[in-house]
């Protein structure tokens, strides 16, 4: 019997990169997934697969920037599975403004997609997960997270909130759900090519102990840990999934 076996797990960004990477991984183990993001095409492709390789999923396509309708995300889970079990915020936008930059518009729509999209979607699934008596919740951060090294003036903010955010909710939602978040440092997806890919990020992955980009599945991987009971006495962790990148 797989590990997530039963499990209804909502995966936020996981048309692409390293969110759909851990719903197969998820899949695999059991868990009914729910894919989330704007492209219906690679979201279909990813049910698709699911599907073939025996697993069970759905998609849902929303705009994480569009707060309005980020909860509908959920209904619709409740609608086609009955329950919600797991929900990893992973969806993510990167900007690369300076703080000289950056307009209004494109702070705002950072902020909502990185971080305040996670907390409506974690304030909507903790009285479920809390009426179940049991529940996970998985963010993505970063290293960007951590240190103003990895990343520009918004994308660097929202994933230091997204840090504040897995602690306050692991607090205030205890002991019946678990909060964690991964942060990753350079994986290489949609994103890392966004911005030149693994040869342009040189500084993260040759300089790195472990020199190299990290892959959607080795995140999946820890994914899967965090998710499980097998992290059954782990909440409010901020966990580095980077190659070592700032040892
Ligand atoms: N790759 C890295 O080196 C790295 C490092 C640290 C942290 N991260 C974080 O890891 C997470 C996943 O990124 P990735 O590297 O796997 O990149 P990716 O392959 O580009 O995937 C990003 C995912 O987020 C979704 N997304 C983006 N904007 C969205 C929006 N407005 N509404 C709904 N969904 C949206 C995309 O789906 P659609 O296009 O279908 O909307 C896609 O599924 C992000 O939170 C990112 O910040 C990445």
Known sequence: MGRLAGKVAIITGATSGMGRDTAYIFAAEGAKVVIVGRNEERAKKVVDKIKADGGEAMYVIADMSDLDNVGA????????????????????????????????DEWQKVMNVDVTS??????????????????????????????????????????????????????????????????????????????????????????SPLK??????????????????DSSFMTGQLIRVDGGVDV
Not at 75 to 103: C, F, H, P, Q, R
Not at 121 to 136: D, F, T
Request: with cysteine; hydrophobic share 45%; aromatic share 4%.
């Open 212 to 229: 190299r980009a990290g892959t959607g599945s080795e995140i999946g991987k820890v994914a899967l840990f965090l998710c499980t009971d």
């Open 118 to 207: 996670s907390m409506i979607l974690s304030q909507k699934v903790a009285p479920i997960m809390k009426a179940k008596g049991k529940g996970v919740i998985l963010n993505t951060g970063s290293v960007a997270g951590t240190s103003a090294r990895w990343g520009p003036v918004a994308y660097c903010t929202a994933k230091h909130a997204m840090n504040g955010l897995t602690k306050a909710c692991a607090r205030e939602l205890g002991p019946e759900i678990r909060v964690n978040a991964i942060l990753p440092g350079a994986i290489d997806t949609a994103m890392l090519d966004s911005v030149g890919g693994v040869d342009a990020m040189h500084h993260m992955t040759v300089v």
């Open 73 to 104: 995300i959920v209904d619709k889970t409740i609608d086609a599975y009955g329950t919600v079990d797991i929900l990893y915020n992973n969806a993510g936008m990167l900007s690369l403004s300076t703080i000289e930059e950056i307009t209004m």
